[in-house]
């Protein structure tokens, strides 16, 4: 029996499709099969130790800026050469030690020359004195003669009414009294004129005996020697140039005003101010090679910001070779902390935040650093908050640390902190 031409048109390609199909179910069956896998949470491991409460004697680390409280301008007293200025910019000296010398020469001339202003005056005030005396015996001698003149026209007008005189000699007296009169009258101007005069004159002295004490003063000043120790901070001129009097010389510092001027936080400055005002004395620490340098508490700042309040403190002679300016890195100690909590700095997430372990995870807790304190020479902090006697604290510091983190918790066999 035979195909026919048309069947085997659409036969082939019939069975090619079928044997595709069934070579395809036979892979899909014989394939190998892959085990599901299984997905497991990671714990985390992390070291932990049991919070224990206790009074503590707690220190905040401060940074601290170097500044005098006195800072001294010296000033040419009187116009003149400067012929000695021996220390610069940066300089030490001690005291006794010259800061400046002027021109002795010119300084001299200056005070010759208030000196005979004074003797001026005082001379003038002395002839007008004279002067004075002079003029007021002559008017008690006018006064004197005018009384005589109305004696003598009182004596005529007696007689006229006795007939014993005539008319004329009554005039006469009157003429004569009346210019009498006249002559004490200038008297007392001259008198007076003499009061205003000696007082102007008076005047005129006490300005030159001003000027010589002042140029004496200022002769006192052309030669400057230190009183104590300091330092220069900035020379404005230089020997030889010729200055006028009030010009800027040079600035500088004595050594024992230096201070440290540093920022305390709010919560910090309420507790100090309570110790200071129960007489507590206050002291920071300074570590110098290894030893501890007291410096203590002068004086709190009159103005708060929102940054806190200024704190001011002593810096002792040891540390005299600090300048203004200097940032030195102090540890303030606090009045005792009741029922505080030590723990590692590694501890702490953004200083508001720890985690304890329970049931090996991790659960939040918000707290406050309220000091800190020195074990073993590495500093800890101090914390009160969400936490209680007992607790299992993580001490090792995780970047993914959140509630509920799995971890695999072991005991804290070291210290972690700032040294």
Do not use: C
């Amino acid at each position: 029996m035979s195909v026919s031409p048309k069947i085997k048109v659409w036969l082939w390609p019939l069975l090619i499709v079928l044997l595709s199909i069934a070579v395809f179910q036979y892979l899909k069956a014989t394939k190998p099969k892959v085990a599901a896998t299984e997905i497991t949470e990671r714990a985390w491991g992390v070291e932990v130790m049991s919070l224990t409460q206790q009074d503590w004697r707690p220190n905040h680390t401060l940074y601290a800026r170097v500044e005098s409280n006195q800072r001294i301008k010296l000033v040419a007293p009187l116009a003149a050469e400067v012929k000695h200025l021996p220390f610069k910019e940066g300089a030490f000296f001690k005291s006794g030690d010259t800061l400046l010398q002027l021109n002795p020469l010119e300084v001299d001339l200056a005070l010759q020359t208030a000196q005979a202003e004074f003797d001026e005056a005082q001379g003038a005030f002395q002839a007008e004195q004279q002067a004075q005396q002079t003029e007021h015996k002559r008017l008690e001698q006018e006064q004197t003669l005018y009384q005589i003149k109305q004696s003598d026209l009182a004596r005529n007008q007696q007689l006229v009414e006795r007939n014993l005189a005539s008319e004329s000699s009554v005039d006469q007296a009157r003429d004569a009294l009346a210019r009498q009169a006249l002559a004490l009258m200038n008297a007392r101007l001259v008198v007076d004129q003499q009061a205003v005069k000696l007082k102007q004159l008076q005047a005129r002295l006490d300005r030159a005996q001003a000027n010589l004490n002042r140029t004496k003063l200022n002769v006192s000043r052309s030669h400057v020697k230190a009183d104590v120790a300091g330092r220069v901070l900035q020379v404005s001129v230089a020997e030889g140039d010729q200055v006028n009097a009030n010009t800027l010389v040079l600035e500088y510092y004595p050594l024992d005003s230096l201070e440290l001027r540093s920022k305390l936080p709010t919560k910090t400055r309420l507790k100090i101010q309570q110790a200071l005002d129960e007489k507590q004395s206050i002291r920071a620490l300074y570590d110098v090679r290894g030893d501890q340098m007291a410096l203590p508490l002068v004086r709190l700042g009159g103005e708060a910001t929102s940054s806190g309040l200024d704190s001011f403190f002593k810096v002792p002679p040891e540390l005299s070779h600090l300048r203004p300016g200097d940032v030195l890195e102090i540890v303030l100690e606090m009045p005792t902390q009741q029922q505080a909590f030590a723990v590692p700095y590694s501890a702490l997430y953004s200083s508001d935040r720890v985690y304890v372990v329970e049931d090996q995870r991790l659960v939040a807790r918000s707290v406050s650093v309220v000091g800190e304190v020195e074990i073993d020479n590495v500093r800890w902090a101090l914390i009160e908050g969400e936490l209680s006697e007992g607790d299992q604290l993580s001490v090792t510091h995780l970047p993914n640390a959140i509630s509920g983190l799995l971890v695999t918790p072991q005991s804290f066999n070291g210290q972690r902190g700032r040294r």
